[in-house]
């Protein structure tokens, strides 16, 4: 059996590959491929953070946060996954038992340049990088009975 291709057919095809192409391509994923979420940081550099007690939201136009002293935000101005942050805004608190690992953290992502998400993991990379998990910190979860009571 053989088989016979119309020239209709092979118009109708290159008419369909013509629109294909012209089609309005979507554009590119704003968050550059890693999950706005919540985030817990649980490590730096090498080293473990022994308290889960600095986190970091992800949005396109920059991340924000709470220390154990100080909540921040700083404005990304590059694209996704690529980061270059503009000078961290803090609440200005400075006599904290933890200033000096909420410093080191600010300062390593002060110094960040780019983002990665793997595996469950944000990893902030720069000379030094900060590694993340998805979530809160036990201290500021709420379960939805104790938000439909709310202050019993």
């Known amino acids: 059996m053989s088989f016979t ?11 369909t590959l013509t629109l294909a192409a012209c089609a309005d391509q979507p554009k ?7 999950p706005a979420n919540d ?5 730096i550099a090498n080293g473990t953070v022994p308290l889960r007690n600095i986190t970091i939201t992800v949005r396109p136009e920059g ?5 154990p002293c100080n909540g921040y935000a700083a ?4 694209q996704l996954p690529a980061v270059a942050f503009e000078p961290l805004q803090t609440t200005g608190v400075s006599d904290c ?4 690992v909420e410093q080191r953290f600010f300062d390593a992502l002060q110094q960040a340049n780019v983002m990665e998400y793997y595996g469950g ?8 990088w900060l590694i993340f998990e998805s979530g809160r910190p036990a ?11 709310g202050n019993e």
């Open 139 to 149: 201290n500021l979860q709420t379960d939805a009975l104790s938000s439909a009571r």
């Open 97 to 100: 038992k933890d200033a000096a």
């Open 63 to 67: 991340v924000s946060g709470r220390g």
């Open 121 to 128: 993991v944000l990893r902030i990379k720069g000379p030094t």
């Open 28 to 34: 590119g994923d704003p968050m550059g491929g890693i």
């Open 75 to 78: 404005k990304n101005t590059a």
């Open 39 to 43: 985030y817990v940081l649980v490590g």
């Open 5 to 15: 291709f119309r020239p209709a057919f092979f118009a109708a095809a290159a008419a």
